[in-house]
């Protein structure tokens, strides 16, 4: 009865592709949008994954996220460093600034200033040239997303000269580093140099970042740093989630998303329901005849169940491939760069596709198991 169930519904192609259409159109735009969703919210804490060495970061107790932060003194930096349980500390320096190419063209960037001595707050990896760079002067080194919007393509940013607060920063290297949530451009300097490059303020010190003794807790440590600074400590997990935590809480990014992946699911019904219910009306002669013979309502469910399965499993499989097409399409855009899929969302597509089905199936099924089996000969 199944292969008769399948017969049935491959027999009627332009119901079967307008089947296989629903589905995969409505697994393609929830899975594409719940992925764009989860990768740019995962921005807000690039800060904190740019800078890996650091188990905990030190800030001000109003400071939020890596881009939400009040200065604090310098003497910051050594009220850590006396705190039991602290391996080390060093600074770290977050800033807004403007900068002018050598074309004369003004840019907004974000200066971070690294330790001098051990350059701790500078990704892990570079693109060009290595971090040694640094320890020339006036050096800077350029995230490799920001030199698509600080130049033209195919210029060369090595040795490109910029101005900063009225001083000269030459560009030594790239840093392949995570984009931040707005896509600025970062540029990374020493410490000290940052200083120069940012207008002078009474405090300067955005953060202190440290590490922990071997065998420690970094969650232990940070509540000592609270107790002892009265300064605000979390961990280097709890810092990226608050950085994640912000942008939902006070952006329009989840409600616009959200709308989004409730209309696939709306426009999956409908489509899929509507081509559906004309399938089983166009079939309802055949049903009928079925349940004369003898076929009882439950091997009919089966035999609608299987048609559903079937269109669902390939439906929801030109989709997934789909937004992996999209994503591996748009892989070289900057604005897409790291972009992955989380195996949660697939499942989450699928929970939608099976309701789909449920639903639409349901609605179906209503009139074959209301028919008579008398209403064939009539």
């Known amino acids: ?29 929830i899975t594409q949008q719940l992925t764009i969703f989860v990768n740019l919210i995962e921005r807000g804490a690039s800060g904190v994954y740019n800078a890996p060495e650091a188990e905990i970061w030190v800030m001000d107790p109003v400071s939020r996220t890596t881009d939400v932060k009040y200065e604090m003194p310098s003497t910051a930096l050594d009220e850590v460093r006396s705190v039991p ?65 600080l130049f033209e393509n ?27 949530f707005t896509s600025q451009v970062t540029l990374y300097t020493k410490y000290s140099q940052a200083l120069n490059y940012v207008p002078g303020t009474r405090n300067r010190l955005s953060f202190v970042l440290a590490g922990v003794s071997d065998g420690l807790d970094p969650a232990d440590v940070a509540a000592r740093i609270e107790e002892q600074t009265g300064l605000k400590a979390e961990t280097r997990d709890d810092f990226a989630r608050a950085g994640i935590d912000f942008i939902i809480q006070n952006t329009g990014i989840p409600t616009n998303f959200g709308i989004t992946v409730v209309l696939g699911f709306v426009v999956g019904v409908a489509i899929v329901g509507l081509t559906f219910s004309l399938f089983i009306r166009d079939n309802i002669k055949q049903f009928g005849a079925l349940k004369a013979i003898g076929v009882t309502n439950a091997k009919i469910v089966r035999m609608v169940a299987a048609q559903a399965g079937l269109v669902g499993s390939i439906g929801y499989a030109l989709g997934v491939i789909g937004t992996v097409l999209f994503i591996w399409g748009f892989s070289g855009n900057p604005f897409f760069k790291g972009f992955y899929i989380p195996w949660q969302i697939p499942l989450i597509s699928l929970g939608a596709v099976i309701v789909i089905l449920a639903i639409t199936g349901w609605l179906a099924l209503r009139n074959v198991l209301s028919t008579e089996p008398a209403a064939v000969f009539r």
């Open 85 to 149: 349980g602290v391996e080390w500390a060093v600074p770290h320096l977050r800033a807004n600034a403007a900068v002018r190419t050598s074309t004369g063209d003004l840019e907004g960037v974000a200066i971070i200033g690294v330790d001098d001595a051990t350059l701790i707050g500078l990704p892990e990896r570079m693109v060009e040239k290595s971090k040694s760079v640094l320890s020339q002067p006036d050096t800077v080194v350029i995230d490799d997303v920001g030199i698509n919007n």
């Open 154 to 180: 195919g210029t060369d940013p090595i040795g490109q000269r910029l101005e900063l607060n009225d001083q000269r920063a030459v560009i030594r290297g790239v840093a392949d580093a995570i984009p931040s």
């Open 1 to 29: 009865m199944l292969w008769i169930a399948i017969r049935m519904l491959t027999g009627d192609a332009q119901k079967f592709y307008g089947l296989l259409f629903g589905i995969a159109f409505s697994t393609l735009l």
